[in-house]
C-alpha cells in the first residue's frame, strides 16, 4: 500500500475519534465553572509545546510490555501496541488533541448565552440544546477542528518515526517514506512526494481560512443565526 | 567517539565537538555547505559519493573501523541466548525483533543479510521491525517494545543497554561494515582536523575503538 494512502487513513481515523472524544472535553471545558479548569486546558494545550520527541518517548514507553497502554493493549488483543496502525492511531490522537479540541471550545463559548437561556426557558434539555442550538451554530468550529486534525495527523512525523518500526503498509506513512527517500538519496521520489503533501496541506488550510471567513455562507447559518 | 575526542584533548590540547545524525542526513547538509571540519559515518560509502562529488579534501578518505553485530536480549528475557545462539530469535516467545532498517543503515544491511545466511531469514520477516538507525533499533528492544535485537556492538557497551544479553554474530556472517572518514573541503581548521583523524587511525585510537566495540580496519 502506498504511503500517502496509509497517511490519510491515519488523519481520517485521528480525526474521526477525535471529534468523538473531543466534543465532550471542548463541552466540558467551555460551560463548566470549576475553578480548576485551567489545570485541563493546560493539559488539552500541552502536544502543542511539547516536541515530538517527547511524546514519543513515553508514548514508546507505555506502549512497552511494562506501560499501562501495553498491559492493556497485551490483555485485549494478545499483542503489543507499538509498530502497530492501532499504535499509531492512539499516539496521533494524543498527539493532535489541542488541534481537535481547542477550535471546538472557541466556537461553543462563541453561542449566545441568551439563545441557550431561551431554549432552555422552552423546555428542552441540555442533550437537545446541544443538538440543536449549540453544534448548528459551532459548525464552522466543528469543521476547523476536523480538518486541522486531519492535516496536523498528515504532518507528523517525529512521534510516528519513535513508535511506527517503519512497517511499509502499516506505519510508513507518507512524512517517513520521505524522511526515507532523502537518507536513501533518492531526491525525485522525495521531492514528488513533498511537492504532494505540500499541496495538501495548502488546500486543507484554504478550506480552514474559507469556512472561518465564511467565504461561503452554507445554508445551515442562514437557517439558524440570525 | 567521545572518548576518541576526550583522548586526543588530552594529547593536544585541541578540543572536539561531535555533531551525531545519521549518514545520509549529514550527506545532505554537507552537499549543502555544512561547516563541519570531519566526516564520520557508519557507511564508508557516504564519504566515497562525497569524494566523488568534490566535497572532501582528496586523499584524506580512509576506513577506521570495522563495526560488529550481536543479538541482543534484555537479562529477563527466559530465552537462553548463549546456549540458543541463532535459534533465539525462532523462539515463540520472542514476538518482534528490531533492527536498523537495511535500506538506511548498514547495520541493518549487515543485519539483514546475516539472517539470510543463517536461512532464517524467511522465518523470521514477519518479526521484524525496523529502526531509522542503529540506536533506534537498539531503543527498540531495551524499552521491551521487541524481545530481541540486532545491534552493534559498540551500542551493547553504553550505559543504557548494559542490562542486556550479547551473542556476537561471527564476522564472516555478513558484510564488513566499514566505517569511513574524511576530511571535508569545507575545513576551518585543516590542521587540527588533519591531527584528528590520524590519530582515530593510529595505535592509541584504534585501541580505544576496540574497546568500544569495534574492530580494526581490514586495510591500512
Redesign the interface.
Known sequence: MNSLALSFELAACVAGLLLLIGTPVAYWLAYSHWRGKFLLESIVALPLVLPPTVVGFYA??A????GPL?KMWMVLFG??L??TFGGLVVASVVYSFPFGVQPLIASFEAVDRKLLEASAVLGSGKWQTFLRVILPLSLPGVVTAVVLSFAHTLGEFGVV??VG???AGVTRTASIDI??R????EYGEANRLALLLLAIAFGVLCLVYAVNRRVWTPAWTRWTAK | MEELGKDFEEKTGTKIDVSYG?S??F??QLQNGAPFDLFFSADVAYPR?LEAQGFVEPGTLRDYALGRIVIWMPNDSSVDLAKEGWHALLDRRV??I?IA?P??APYGRAAASALKKAGIYNQVEAKL????NIS?AA??VQ????QAGIIALSLAFSPGMKDGKVWEIPPEMHPRIEQGAALLKNARNRSAALAFLNFVKSASGIKILEQHGFSAPASN
Not at chain 1, 63 to 66: F, N, V
Not at chain 2, 129 to 132: F, L, P, Q
Not at chain 2, 143 to 146: E, Q, V, Y
Open positions: 514508546l514507553l506502549m512497552g510490555p511494562r501495553g499483542h503489543g507499538a509498530f518515526l519513535m518500526g517503519d512497517l524522511y526515507d532523502v537518507e536513501t538519496l | 545519521s545520509g542526513n550527506f545532505s559519493k514476538q518482534k528490531a532498517n535500506e538506511l521491525v525496523y529502526g531509522e533506534q531503543q527498540f524499552s521491551g517494545n521487541a
